[in-house]
């Protein structure tokens, strides 16, 4: 019997639907395998529909198509490694979320998920049906067992592999990224190690889909937890892990471990990445922006840069009387950092145009947010157009605490059609933006250096929709208000408990109050990253129309 075991673990981005193009990068995959000698080449779950499928997968004619492209994909596996690859199944009526193995021309196992997650962004539970733990699967001289995802986060699907004969645990996923992920990931995957004493291949997908980021950072385990293999995050990679059979077992030898970037970094890249992902699978190649001379439209059009290059960034500046001097130089100084056409639209005849036309029905009122709004909604109005002609994706600039107390212009500031920062709180925006100055990577298509002005960073932040105007007119300061908010959203705290940290009660029940209010808003937002485990959309769903209010 061999006493060596060549796995080569694929790490790659599949996109939703794209079933002939999914199964063309897992051939080319194989055949990479098969020129490196390796016996196996494992691709993360639901690879060949990518992931999340969403209710798409309960379209019958969706799902036979992809177990018909698995079925043709295992006819050429012949000669050479086999294959482990995620898809759906259907049997007797019942569908579930599978991991094929194909070997010698055929399908000679599916492995069915028993864990389907629920929570979160999750919805498994809805979509498949859970199935059986399956037992090992041997490829040549070893037996296999392959917990797929949540599967892996719970003791008694490897329990029972390892029980029945399993050697190696190989594990792929549908890990979408949320900040200090690995960390947890890693706590799960050292559990079920401990537990069987088997070492453990953890494969993740890689990549953007919608609002979700896969991030990759894959690895190799053996018994005790010793990490000796660790892939890139946020990048395509494949790479061959040998085992070697011991007196106490397999073990894989050590390899490639990449560096994993710290907390900032991590939301940086997701944020570009979601980005690049989303206009790449949606078609674009070139965005455009509202720029103001503000932080949030600073740090927008720098991940743009980022994802896309300069040359396919697009800055519209789109002034009024109530534009100060500073913001127009402040705008005009960071597009020529980055290097982006800044272009300059007033609106004042537009705004004057359409107050004229409504002044017969608003005589004898007094001013006040609703000629505010006139002024953001003519700007999205113009910068729609823009995007229309010359097929440029409007990007918003609404950050996550605006983006919850309904600080925002519905039709206006929010129109667009993808919003990098929207899972971003403004004090975040902030550190963020001293980080990018201080930091610049490979993956970075911008200019390294202070690419945003230290002016945008530390003056008061402002809408400029009348004269003198600050945020804080309307908000409370955005330490308090983003403290509020994280109690309130990402813990689900209590008014009695957030008094009780020292917030003002009147604050808190005024913050809840705008939060629930605004929840309308949110439903007609653009998608932007998930980069915390309480985003906006799948990870918060609340009614739009909700009386019950929290009281101190």
């Known amino acids: 019997m061999s006493d060596r075991f060549r796995l080569s673990i694929a790490q790659l981005n599949a996109t939703v639907g794209d079933l002939d193009g999914n199964a063309q ?31 798409l997968v309960l379209k019958p004619a969706f799902t036979r198509d992809a177990m018909t492209v698995i079925e043709s994909l295992a006819e050429t596996v012949v000669d050479g490694p086999a294959m482990g690859i995620g898809g759906p199944w259907v049997d007797g009526g019942r ?19 028993h864990h389907l997650p629920y929570k979160q962004l999750f919805d498994e539970l809805r979509l498949f049906d859970p199935g059986p733990i399956s037992g090992p699967y041997r490829i040549g001289p070893t037996r296999i067992g392959s917990p797929i995802c949540e599967d892996g986060w719970y003791p008694d699907v490897a329990e029972t592999l390892a029980e029945t004969g399993a050697e190696i645990l190989i594990v792929p996923n549908g890990s979408p990224y949320h900040r200090n992920k690995l960390d947890l990931r890693m706590g799960h995957m050292v559990g079920r190690v401990i537990e069987t004493g088997l070492p453990l291949v953890y494969l993740n997908l890689v990549g953007g889909q919608d609002d979700q980021i896969y991030d990759g950072a894959s690895f190799v385990l053996n018994p005790g937890g010793e990490k000796v293999v660790q892939l890139p995050a946020f990048a395509e990679a494949q790479v061959t892990v040998d085992f070697t059979r011991t007196a106490d077992g397999w073990r894989a030898q050590p ?72 913001s127009l130089e402040d705008a005009a100084d960071c597009a020529g950092r980055l290097g982006v056409r800044l272009d300059t639209v007033a609106i004042e005849s537009a705004r004057d145009a359409v107050n004229g036309a409504l002044a017969h029905l608003m005589a004898g009122t007094t001013p006040d947010i609703t000629e505010e709004n006139i002024q953001s909604r003519l700007r999205g109005v113009m910068l729609m157009a823009l995007s229309n002609k010359f097929g440029e994706m409007l990007l918003t600039t609404g950050n996550k605490s605006e983006v919850a107390v309904g600080y925002a212009t519905i039709y206006g500031d929010m129109a667009g059609g993808y919003n990098p920062i929207k899972d971003l709180y403004k004090t975040r925006v902030f550190e963020t933006c001293r980080w990018r100055n201080a930091n610049h990577r490979g993956w970075m298509m911008g200019p390294a250096g202070e690419v945003i002005p230290q002016r945008i960073i530390t ?3 402002s809408a400029e929709l009348r004269p003198d105007q600050t945020d804080q007119d309307s908000l409370p300061p955005y330490e308090v208000l983003d403290g509020i908010l994280e109690g309130l959203i990402e813990k689900d705290l209590s008014l009695r408990e957030l008094v009780d940290q020292g917030f003002e009660a009147d604050t ?45």
Do not use: H
């Not at 897992?26 to 020129?35: D, G, L």
């Not at 005024?510 to 906006?536: D, H, M």
């Open 25 to 55: 990068k897992a051939r080319a995959a194989w055949q990479a395998a098969r020129k490196a000698g390796a016996d196996m080449v494992a691709l993360p779950e639901m690879f060949i529909t990518g992931y999340q499928t969403q209710d």
């Open 95 to 113: 569908l579930y979320n599978a991991w094929y193995i194909l070997q010698d021309g055929k399908i000679a196992a599916r492995i069915l998920k």
């Open 255 to 326: 390899g490639d471990m990449a560096p994993q970037p710290e907390e900032w970094e991590q939301d940086y890249q997701a944020m570009m990445l979601g980005l690049r992902e989303y206009l790449r699978k949606s078609g674009f190649k070139r965005v455009l922006l509202g720029m103001s001379g503000g932080i949030d439209s600073a740090l927008v059009a720098t991940i743009a840069v980022d994802a896309v290059g300069p040359e396919n960034v697009r800055c519209v500046m789109l002034p009024s009387e109530y534009t100060s001097p500073t």
């Open 459 to 461: 003056k008061p932040p």
């Open 508 to 552: 808190v029940d005024r913050v809840q109050r705008l939060l629930f209010t605004s929840e309308w808003k949110r439903y007609q937002a653009a998608p932007g990253p998930r980069i915390s485990t309480k985003a906006f959309w799948l990870d918060r769903r609340y009614p739009l129309v909700n009386r019950w209010r929290d009281t101190v």
